[in-house]
């Protein structure tokens, strides 16, 4: 989407995130609580600290909360299929030891 403009979340189909050093939190609570709500069906998690990535999907239906209902973990080096995308994780570089 080649746009200054706002982009409505129910246009979207997959949020990526990079976990950050200094507040994974973020990443594995705030945004998992929130992108479903906002109606992205998938969201992928990359965790360059541990080499992990975690793709969530299937966004329940009624209730008063809307959660992603699947999800499956992987390591660096998998190749992940969401919807009509394989994302190649082979050359992802994880944080270097040390970094907080």
């Not at 990535?53 to 909360?65: D, F, K, L, M, R």
């Not at 809307?66 to 995308?85: C, M, Q, S, T």
Request: glycine fraction near 8%.
């Amino acid at each position: 989407m080649d746009t200054d403009d706002a982009i409505s979340p129910r246009a979207l189909q997959l949020a990526v995130e990079i976990v950050s050093t200094s507040n994974p939190e973020n990443d594995y609570e705030s945004k998992l609580h929130h992108y479903p709500r906002l109606g992205i069906p998938h969201y992928l998690i990359v965790d360059p600290r541990n080499g992990t990535c975690v793709h969530y999907w299937a966004i329940s239906e009624g209730g008063e909360t809307p959660a992603y209902e699947a999800r499956v973990p992987y390591r660096f080096g998998d190749k992940i299929p969401i919807g009509d995308w394989i994302i190649d994780t082979s050359e992802l570089p994880r944080y270097e030891q040390g970094v907080q």
